[in-house]
C-alpha cells in the first residue's frame, strides 16, 4: 500500500515562497511517476507539475512554469515542489500523488493511484 504525506504548506505573502513535501511509503518508486494537483474552492482539481521518478522529465502547467519547481530526494523517498514568485491565484490545497509509469506526462488526475491528503496553500495580496 502507497501512502503520501504532504507538509509545507501555509499562509505566505504574494511574491513570497513556500516548499511543499510529499513523504511516500510502502512502495520503491523508481518506476513511478509524481505530480503535483491543486484545488481552490469551487474549482476542479487542477494539474500543476509532474516528474518520472527518475527525475529525467519535468513537465509542468503554464501557469506555474517559471515558478514553481519539481524535484525529488530519492534516498528520503520524498518528493517537493518549490513554490517561487507566488500569487493569490495560487491559492489552493495541494495534493500530491503517485501513479504507475506511462510514456506520456502524466497530467489528469485519472493517471494517479495514489494521493495524499492535501496540505492549504494561501497567498494574501
Known amino acids: 500500500q502507497v501512502q503520501l504525506v504532504e507538509s509545507g504548506g501555509g499562509l505566505v505573502q504574494a511574491g513570497g515562497s513556500l516548499r511543499l513535501s510529499c513523504a511516500a511509503s510502502g512502495r520503491t518508486f523508481s518506476q513511478y511517476v509524481m505530480g503535483w494537483f491543486r484545488q481552490a474552492p469551487g474549482k476542479e482539481r487542477e494539474f500543476v507539475a509532474t516528474m518520472r521518478w527518475s527525475g529525467i522529465s519535468t513537465y509542468y502547467a503554464d501557469s506555474v512554469k517559471g515558478r514553481f519547481t519539481i524535484s525529488r530526494d530519492s534516498a528520503k523517498n520524498t518528493a517537493y515542489l518549490q513554490m517561487n514568485s507566488l500569487k493569490p491565484e495560487d491559492t489552493a490545497v495541494y495534493y500530491c500523488?503517485?501513479?504507475?509509469?506511462?510514456?506520456?506526462?502524466?497530467?489528469?488526475?485519472?493517471?494517479?493511484?495514489?494521493w495524499g491528503q492535501g496540505t492549504q496553500v494561501t497567498v494574501s495580496s
Open positions: 500523488a503517485a501513479a504507475g509509469f506511462l510514456q506520456r506526462p502524466a497530467v489528469t488526475t485519472s493517471d494517479y493511484a495514489y
